[in-house]
């Protein structure tokens, strides 16, 4: 079942890596209209959370993460180093597949305080939206946004 949960994550995340893939530098700083968030804002974003996912909700001890969007609740500005965001991007996707690998019971309850309790198949939903939720939003500040 973990190679088949996998298969799933991996593809929803090409909704992300394409759009990463695809970035320059130059867009980093880029917003849509008014929106708080700029295009290197959510890649670090979508990293850090799957970090947290990798390493408190499915228990892989060894992720090592400092939430800098989640500390800042906000777009700091900061975001302007595409090496970094794809670097920290990749360590992401390494820590969550391995985290998703070593589950022996989607089933399981977990509780959250950001999200209450749920399956550890219903969390594996919630990331895996949570990261095509924002790609959606990079799609169009990289398409529309200045």
Do not use: C
Not at 61 to 73: F, Y
Not at 77 to 88: A, F, H, M, S, V
Not at 92 to 121: C, P, V
């Amino acid at each position: 079942m973990n190679v088949s949960l996998m298969a799933l994550w991996k593809e929803g995340r090409t909704r992300f890596t394409k759009l990463l893939d695809a970035a320059q530098e130059s867009d980093l700083p880029k917003r849509n209209g008014d929106s708080p968030n700029s295009v290197g804002f959510l890649i670090r974003h979508i990293a850090e959370v799957e970090l947290l996912f990798a390493k408190n909700v499915f228990g892989l001890s060894e992720v090592k993460i400092v939430a800098k969007t989640l500390i800042a609740g906000k777009d700091t500005g900061e975001w302007t180093n595409l090496d970094e965001l794809k670097e920290i991007s990749n360590y992401a996707s390494e820590m969550l597949g391995k985290a998703i690998l070593a589950q022996e019971n989607w089933d399981e309850i977990i509780e959250t305080k950001e999200f209450g309790k749920k399956t550890r198949a219903e969390a594996l939903g919630r990331i895996t939206t949570h990261t095509a939720y924002h790609a959606g939003q990079l799609a169009i500040i990289l398409k529309y946004g200045s």
